[in-house]
């Protein structure tokens, strides 16, 4: 069978067939069909590209190519078997060696692709087989894709996250302070027989509370418990609430090692201005603030900012005999966030759709 006819580069203007660099013209089908890493090394002679030799080899896959742009290559399959060993190596072109996909005008670029890529390794040191690998255009899709995907998925992530991590934290302290509500029961008697003054928040908290916490700081002003004012919060529905958070003549407040803001009262509902005088009248409730974050916002009722109450039973979630519809009414995106503490604890300590997150 005859072979197909290569055309050949002149150089010097003889009129012998010259390659680039006044070289021979190399035999494409022997020579450059033993290319290993564009044919997989799938001819006898294993002549491995180097930048000595690549310029030749170059130059024949141009005459290669400039045939088929040119309809000069045979149409029998097996007179063009050489040039698709020369040019569809499998690596680099998905494959297109087994599928014997012949080159033609309407694929050749790609194939030219795959060819400077292999032309690229070998001028770049490289000896190994070129790897199958994405184009930046796939791999920008991609990374779009994931962007998006990222973009809708995220917000929801974190907020499940935050949310456990409420439970957890809220949990803890709980546990933390009816624990020290028992050991003060044990040196001091039950709860009922609590000599507690209302008028007294230093000495109620230094027998009754402080022998029982670890406590990190003392918080004489808000300041030094880190808030930006004294009444720093928020109730659930997004209003002021007008609590303080130190208050010398109500309660005392510290900050545990955990990093947790508690403040003991011997009376609640108390309200002061940034001056200390009282907006608000206080009671005889025994509550304790809750802050699982210390001074970091949100610092918003039912996020995490709580009220417990200290009864005979212990320390217990504010509002806990209340029925449950007037729970749920005040701890809402419409209510306070009062008994959000309360609201938690019936529903099994989870945060379920109706709750003012």
């Keep these: 069978m005859e072979k197909p006819i290569i055309a050949t580069h002149t150089g010097g203007g003889g009129n012998e067939p010259q390659g680039r660099q006044g070289k021979p013209p190399i035999d494409v089908e022997n020579n450059l069909t033993c290319h290993p890493e564009l044919v997989s090394g799938s001819c006898p002679r294993k002549i491995i590209p180097s930048p000595e030799n ?3 080899i170059t130059f024949a896959f141009h005459t290669a190519k400039r045939q088929v742009r040119g309809n000069l290559v045979p149409q029998k399959e097996s007179e063009t078997e050489w040039l698709v060993k020369i040019l569809c190596h499998p690596e680099l072109i998905s494959g297109s060696y087994h599928r014997n996909i012949i080159p033609s005008p309407e694929n050749i670029n790609n194939i030219s692709f795959a060819f400077h890529t292999a032309k690229r390794r070998v001028r770049g040191g490289c000896a190994t087989p070129c790897k199958a690998a994405f184009t930046l255009a796939e791999v920008l899709i991609t990374l779009g894709i994931i962007g998006v995907v990222a973009a809708m998925t995220m917000p929801t992530l974190i907020a499940n996250y935050q949310k456990q991590e409420t439970i957890s934290k809220l949990q803890k302290v709980y546990t933390v ?33 402080k022998p029982y916490f670890k406590i990190a700081k003392m918080c004489n002003t808000y300041q030094e418990c880190g808030y930006e004012a004294v009444a720093p919060f928020l109730k659930a529905n997004g209003q002021k609430e007008t609590a303080s958070i130190v208050s010398n003549g109500y309660r005392r407040t510290f ?25 608000v009248p ?23 900012f709580f009220y417990s109450i200290v009864t005979k039973k212990g320390v217990l979630a504010h509002g ?6 007037e729970v749920n009414t005040d701890c809402s995106k419409t209510g306070d966030g009062y008994y959000c503490l309360s609201k938690l604890i019936r529903e099994g300590w989870k945060i379920k759709d109706d709750y003012p997150w």
Excluded: M
């Design 54 to 56: 690549i310029n030749n």
């Design 320 to 325: 806990f005999g209340l029925p449950d519809d």
């Design 282 to 304: 206080g009671n005889d409730f025994l509550l304790i603030f809750i802050d699982i974050n210390g001074a970091n916002r949100p610092n918003q009722l039912g996020k995490d």
């Design 177 to 209: 302070l009816n624990q020290a509500f028992k050991l003060s029961e044990v040196d001091n008697g039950e709860f009922e027989y609590w000599d507690i003054d209302h008028d007294d928040p230093g000495t109620y908290f230094e027998k009754y509370w």
């Design 255 to 279: 900050i545990t090692t955990d990093g947790v803001v508690l403040s003991t009262s011997v009376k609640g509902g108390a309200a002061l201005d940034e001056d200390g005088n009282v907006i």
